[in-house]
């Protein structure tokens, strides 16, 4: 026991003494998780626009203000003309113009219906669509407001669409739930990866098999240093993620803080079986870095949904560890489920958990070569 | 019975053989040398003994123990140096020490009277890093590491390559000392004049066993007459005395060059004095020597190759 106290005092002590490692260990996942979660959105804010006021009436500029005010829009130019918008757009000054036509007001206030032109910046589709889609529910809004409907016209149908968890349709509810089990997953399985290939790539691991210290002590204690670090990491994402990118936590804080225990022994376990694998640290750091990085990011359901893809993908989908813990976060952090509803995701990580120790185990060598 | 015992043991990479058909034993509290130059299968040795590698064929023994069978006792009564220095760079002196205490499942008060002497040199350095050590420092660290166990057996594999001339003369002297604690210790080394400061020898080539015996009867059963020659100019001298019809062998040997004659002969000076002034040499001394256990190697290697007297130049230790 005392000498594997020693081992993961020794360990503690790799740790400490390596600036890289400790940068590793928790400047990349802070600036990351930010980076993801601010930086990797799809929602609008404040785009520029430009307004043509041909109407220059008073529901013209109702509607102005009520763009201007939404928080989505910021005005940028007031164009005189067509050329002017288009002098704008080919610039890249703005990425949305709003033409009042002439007889705008009157045609609204007579009529009760009236025309506003959109044009978008379709260069960057995505974005266009939906600063269209944005503006064109804010005007559609002061339309039905301000119209006096005549009594007959009989009744319409109208979908309401109610969006359940995620009314907002806030881009960090999907993102930093991602992001959060790909950081993880990353520095716990690299840092991993690498320590019992410098055992052998400096020499010690000979001396260290010469010696009455065996498998599991060894494996255990290169695991353990990093479970504790990895985990007060994970506090830190958690952390971020509800108090900078605004991510609710309706379920328990006790239930999501041991899932993430859960993944992370996950995720080192992985890193030692890579380690015991490899030869060199390089490989082991390569290794881990592409057979975790992408697969991760592709198919965990992070970035593309799992259910659109074909069923090969979906098979190899199952794998992968993040595809679990990014349910099990959304389903305790946005959705407020307990363990009754994520038992199944909370039995395969720990069967993989209890699997890939087995697998490291077995594969470190009691010999060399 | 033996401390160490290798019986017709043989190792190949691939089918490169590394080590061919070896057996000796090593006698408890015995200073046993493994002798040899590079590739000539030391360090294989080394690990079949320490139980790292699976020999191809052949049985072996340390401290009674089976290299294969009960591997684990082995690895509780041995203390292993490899090659390579194989201690942590970014932990203290004193960590690593006390580290490989705790592996062995001791503390460094329980047999700190073993590695006393030599920890005391390390001792104003013991906050200091032991990748920051010199070569010297490295190498003793390193073995009160492997002894910290108070093992049965010391297995040290070329510990003073790379080592400065007092620091390597001073680990001899301390192998000597811990000899004298009846530790057993087997040490490689491709240095020659090391080989004189062990009891018994093993002369390695290529994987095979060329003779085993003490450094004197190694010395004494050098056949040949044997000179030391100087002259002002080394080269030509070398080539000169390969050509002289007399001649049995040659090589550089530091500054002189090592003759061994075919024949012994009363005037056998005086004639090479003569042959190589007629050469055009000068400032020549010839004085007959006694072989060292280099000597005594490049011998041994020439019977068994046809051609001894191609390009051996030792380079001198």
């Not at chain 1, 993908?313 to 794998?319: G, M, Y």
């Not at chain 2, 290798?6 to 057996?23: E, H």
């Not at chain 2, 057996?153 to 007092?166: C, K, R, S, Y």
């Not at chain 2, 024949?263 to 006694?290: C, F, I, K, N, S």
Request: proline share 5%; charged share 15%.
């Amino acid at each position: 026991m005392k000498s594997f106290l020693m081992f993961v005092r020794k360990e503690f002590y790799h740790i400490f003494r390596d600036p890289r490692t400790l940068l590793i260990l928790f400047g990349m996942p802070v600036a990351l998780v930010t980076l993801f979660g601010f930086a990797l959105t799809n929602e609008i804010k404040n785009a520029d626009v430009a307004v043509l006021d041909f109407d220059k009436g008073q529901h013209a500029q109702q509607v102005q203000h009520r763009l201007f005010s939404s928080g989505y829009f910021g005005l940028r130019d007031y164009a005189t003309s067509y050329p002017d918008v288009a002098a704008a757009f080919r610039q890249g000054h703005v990425k949305l113009a709003v033409v009042f036509p002439v007889g705008f007001s009157r045609d609204l206030d007579h009529l009760g219906h009236a025309q506003v032109q959109l044009v978008a910046d379709a260069s960057d589709q995505n974005t266009a669509v939906s600063l269209v889609n944005y503006a064109t529910a804010i005007i559609k809004t002061y339309e039905q407001e301000h119209t006096k409907r005549p009594a007959g016209a009989g009744p319409r149908v109208e979908a309401v669409a109610r969006l359940y968890f995620n009314p907002g349709l806030k881009a960090a509810y999907t993102f930093v739930p991602g992001t959060m089990a790909l950081i993880l997953l990353l520095v716990s399985a690299m840092l991993t990866s690498i320590t019992i290939a410098r055992e052998k790539e400096t020499g010690t691991m000979e001396v260290l098999l010469v010696s009455p210290m065996r498998q599991l002590p060894i494996i255990i204690g290169k695991i353990l240093p990093y479970f504790l670090l990895s985990f007060i990491n994970g506090l830190i994402i958690l952390a971020l993620g509800v108090w900078v990118l605004d991510i609710p936590q309706r379920g328990s804080l006790a239930l999501l803080l041991a899932e993430t225990l859960l993944y992370i022994l996950v995720a080192l376990t992985l890193g030692v079986l890579i380690s015991t694998r490899a030869a060199s640290q390089q490989t082991a750091m390569l290794t881990s870095m592409l057979s975790l990085l992408l697969p991760t990011l592709i198919l965990s359901g992070f970035l593309f949904p799992l259910e659109s893809m074909p069923l090969p993908l979906q098979t190899v989908s199952r794998i992968i560890p993040a595809r679990y813990y990014i349910v099990i976060l959304k389903g305790i952090m946005i959705k407020g489920l307990g363990l009754r509803e994520l038992w199944r995701e909370t039995a395969v990580l720990a069967g993989m958990a209890g699997g890939l120790l087995l697998l490291a185990l077995g594969s470190l060598k009691n010999r060399l070569a | 019975m033996p401390a160490v015992e290798l019986l017709n043991i043989s190792k190949s990479y691939g089918t490169t053989p590394a080590v061919r058909d070896i057996s000796l034993a090593v006698e408890a509290g015995e200073l046993f040398g493994l002798i040899g130059p590079d590739g000539a299968g030391k360090t294989t040795l080394f690990r079949i003994l320490t139980t790292l590698l699976l020999a191809d064929a052949g049985t072996a023994t340390v401290a009674g123990h089976d290299v294969v069978r009960d591997f684990r006792a082995i690895r509780n009564v041995v203390g292993y140096m490899p090659g390579k220095f194989s201690l942590y760079p970014d932990l203290t002196v004193q960590e690593n020490l006390e580290f490989f205490a705790a592996v062995f499942r001791t503390t460094v008060a329980e047999n700190y009277e073993l590695v006393k002497d030599i920890y005391e040199q390390l001792a104003p350095f013991k906050n200091r890093r032991s990748g920051a050590l010199s070569g010297g420092m490295k190498q003793k660290l390193a073995l009160c590491c492997a002894l910290i166990h108070k093992p049965q057996v010391l297995l040290l594999d070329e510990p003073t390559t790379g080592v400065d001339a007092v620091s390597r003369q001073e680990f001899w002297h301390m192998l000597g000392t811990l000899k004298a604690r009846g530790i057993t210790i087997v040490v490689s080394t491709p240095y020659m004049d090391e080989a004189a400061l062990c009891e018994r020898v093993a002369l390695l080539q290529e994987g095979q066993v060329l003779r085993i015996d003490t450094p004197a009867a190694l010395r004494a059963a050098y056949p040949w007459p044997l000179y030391a020659v100087r002259a002002a100019r080394m080269h030509p001298l070398l080539q000169d005395l390969r050509a002289y019809p007399a001649a049995h062998s040659c090589y550089a040997f530091g500054e002189a060059a090592h003759l061994s004659l075919r024949q012994p002969a009363p005037d056998a000076a005086a004639r090479l004095t003569a042959y190589l002034t007629g050469h055009g040499h000068t400032g020549v001394v010839v004085e007959p020597v006694e072989a060292t256990i280099e000597d005594t190697f490049m011998d041994l290697l020439a019977q068994r190759q046809p051609s001894p007297n191609s390009a051996h130049d030792q380079p001198a230790q």
